[in-house]
């Protein structure tokens, strides 16, 4: 749009007054004629102080010609730029900071953008050196701010030089809002809302602060310049992680909760706190995880505009604390009953925790899956910038990706690129999503899960403990990673573990036998592939018991003997096919002697319990029991298995461990995949080795890679 003028090109320049590059500093007033005062008058009406345009000591002048001066009854907004200050309509408020209305040169280099290709990095502060009158615009309603305000147009590198301190500002949208930005139209609400919250904001956090910059997407970010608006998203991760910290606007969480959080005379009070936080629409919404996890540290803005005295790490750990305290206090159960009736979410407080953990992890450890799971569970309007934010999260060279391919109308290709940098990066958890319901596998790469919704359904493993030995997955534009052959699956049962521990156990127990035999030893393993104890998954396991030795498979229970006698018992009783009462007591025998039954001490439930629970998780019949041969000695074992799509009779499956590879809900050495003729069947958490063969393969998952691949020279994590 044209630029709106502030002068009369018959009337001579306004002396002016200097600034620093940063905005700050050395802010002294020039002396104005009595003739240019009574100009400035004129154009602020009555009520407004006099004021010279400031001019910026290394900016170049820039003078705004008036688009129409026929009327001038329309309540205005005054905008500093420069030297130049500019009178905007109300109605073209939106319009004027969403287009090229805010356009100038960078302030420290005095470059235009369009020189380097790069966006502007647009904060703003107020201008002390004009003050508003209460009638100067009637969408602000009111007294809501002092002065107007001052505009910082600067090249990203060019902050860093001068070592500009800024504050961003993370919010969810308003509705109003975010429909003018797609339709391009405004409405006197919109217009109300992308003028007050940021320059409330900005007062509030002047007032608790002092004299200030923030960066707020509603004045920042010109929505309705494409390619500028492109190149900001691109930059967005720097925006929030350069600055000390960050403001987290929760707009519909009154201070009074925040406090209740931290200190509350009671677990109803407490309650009614953490339920009003995490209830809020910023915990709903997939840009602010963005923004909060690559900040430094979070600063909490309250519903009205007051700055709580806690950063927002400090306040989730003691949440964590006192939900812990009242848990004790009154039972699990209880908490449950009266938390679900305030209407307190699990998931909510639980993705926020995994927000904290992702801020702090080695990135090396972070992965697609465990992304997916935080960010699958937020909403955004548009599906594509579910690619560009959980290629920010992995750092997988969104700068050298082509923004048509992640904006693609083609969604399936978007995805497809974007596993397949994950899986060029040395991340696995690609290849172990799991299937969503009404997902039909695509045709170019049947392994993909996903493509149709980004969902936190997708992964199950958690965070990643350690990674795998071998980390290089594709090869020559194939998916054809190193791994270990477990074996050719022999027969696969689903089973849900559902039932009494003396039956669950009975049944796995003879299939057991029938596998493997009467080997004490070998008995022992299996239970610990199918009931594995909660204190070997990667979540309670500490990098000096990550690896086991091929010597010390699985450490044995010390009455073998004892176990043995059992065994045999139960295999005679089996095979006769008689006696059903004796065999029950001799399996109930067994239970109690591995102490199957019994509660954990990292757990509240039995390892029998766990596996039946873990098995209704997924609300249908995935987990199983496997029969596997083994290559190398031809010795049979049973294996647990995750599976989704059985083999014909006519294909022989195969199973593969992934040396190394640890996430939380898996075991040291555990972690595998079924493979049936190049596609992925199902997968295992608990497949640890059943002997001592170690046998290695390259395996090809069938795959075409996508059509906007990066080149093999520029994949991998950035370090």
């Known amino acids: 749009m044209g630029r709106l003028t502030i002068q009369d090109n018959d009337e001579e320049p306004s002396p002016k007054r200097r600034r620093t590059d940063s905005g700050y500093g050395g802010l002294s007033r020039s002396q104005t004629s009595d003739t240019s005062t009574k100009q400035h008058e004129s154009w602020f009406g009555s009520g407004a102080r006099a004021c010279s345009p400031i001019l910026l000591s290394d900016e170049p002048e820039v003078t705004i010609t008036e688009e129409s001066k026929s009327v001038i009854q329309e309540p205005a907004i005054i905008i500093y730029i420069g030297s130049v200050r500019q009178k905007v309509a109300q109605s073209k408020y939106i319009s004027h900071i969403w287009r090229s209305g805010l356009d100038s040169p960078c302030a420290v280099c005095h470059k235009h953008f369009d020189e380097k290709g790069e966006p502007p990095i647009r904060t703003f502060t107020f201008e002390t050196s004009e003050d508003l009158s209460e009638d100067a615009s009637d969408i602000t309603q009111l007294p809501i701010a002092p002065h107007p305000i001052r505009v910082f147009n600067r090249h990203f590198e060019c902050l860093k030089l001068k070592r500009v301190k800024y504050i961003p500002i993370s919010h969810v949208w308003h509705k109003a809002v975010s429909q003018a930005q797609v339709t391009k139209e405004t409405t006197s609400h919109a217009t109300r809302l992308g003028y007050q919250v940021p320059i409330r904001s900005l007062l509030a956090l002047t007032k608790h602060f002092g004299r200030l910059e923030v960066w707020h997407d509603y004045i920042s970010v010109p929505q309705w310049e494409t390619t500028t608006q492109q190149q900001l998203l691109l930059q967005l991760p720097n925006i929030f992680s350069y600055p000390d910290h960050m403001i987290m606007h929760l707009d519909d969480v009154p201070l009074s909760h925040l406090k209740d959080i931290v200190e509350s005379p009671s677990y109803n009070v407490f309650l009614e706190g953490i339920t009003k936080m995490t209830n809020s629409r910023y915990f709903e919404r997939m840009w602010v995880v963005l923004e909060y996890i690559q900040s430094q540290k979070a600063i909490i803005l309250s519903q009205y505009y007051d700055v709580f005295n806690k950063p927002a790490a400090e306040l989730s750990d003691i949440a964590g604390v006192n939900l812990g305290k009242y848990i004790s206090r009154l039972g699990q159960s209880r908490f449950n009953e009266i938390a679900w009736a305030k209407g307190f979410q699990w998931s909510r407080r639980a993705c926020w925790d995994d927000q904290q953990t992702w801020k702090h992890q080695d990135p090396q450890f972070r992965t697609l899956g465990a992304a997916i799971f935080i960010i699958g569970q937020k909403a955004c309007r548009d599906h594509h910038d579910y690619f560009f934010s959980l290629r920010f999260l992995l750092n997988l060279h969104q700068d050298e990706a082509k923004i048509t391919t992640i904006l693609s109308d083609n969604t399936f290709e978007s995805y497809l690129a974007l596993c397949w940098d994950a899986l060029h990066s040395g991340d696995y958890s690609p290849l172990l999503f799991l299937p969503l319901d009404a997902e039909e596998p695509g045709m170019r790469a049947p392994w993909l899960r996903g493509h149709s919704k980004i969902s936190h359904k997708l992964w199950d493993y958690g965070t990643c403990r350690h990674q795998a030995k071998s980390t290089t997955i594709i090869r020559n534009d194939k998916i054809e990673p190193k791994l270990e052959s477990i074996g050719v699956v022999q027969s696969f049962e689903h089973y849900d573990f559902f039932g009494s521990a003396e039956s669950v156990f009975h049944q796995v127990a003879r299939k057991i036998i029938d596998a493997s035999g009467t080997c004490p030893k070998a008995f022992c393993s299996a239970i610990s592939r199918i009931f594995p104890s909660a204190a070997g998954k990667g979540v309670f396991s500490t990098p000096s018991t990550i690896h086991i030795d091929d010597d010390e498979i699985e450490s044995q229970p010390a009455d073998l003997a004892s176990i043995q006698k059992l065994v045999e018992r139960l295999s005679y009783l089996t095979f006769r096919g008689e006696h059903r009462s004796e065999a029950l007591h001799v399996s109930k025998k067994l239970l109690s002697l591995l102490g ?87 997968k295992m958490a608990y497949a640890t080795p059943a002997c001592e063969c170690r046998v290695s393969e390259l395996v090809e998952i069938k795959s075409q890679p996508p059509r906007c691949a990066l080149p093999s020279s520029i994949s991998g994590r950035a370090p």
Do not use: N
Request: charged letters at 25%; hydrophobic letters at 40%; one cysteine or more.
């Open 596 to 682: 199957l039954g019994l509660p954990e001490k990292h757990s509240s439930l039995s390892r029998i319990k766990a596996a039946s629970e873990e098995a209704q998780w997924y609300k249908k019949k995935l987990e199983g029991l496997a029969t596997v041969k083994c290559k190398g000695c031809s010795r049979s074992f049973l294996f647990r298995a995750t599976v989704w799509d059985l083999p014909t009779e006519a294909a022989a499956a195969e199973m593969y461990r992934i040396p190394g590879l640890l996430y939380d809900d898996t075991i040291a050495e555990g972690t595998g995949l079924m493979v049936c003729e190049g596609r992925i069947m199902g």
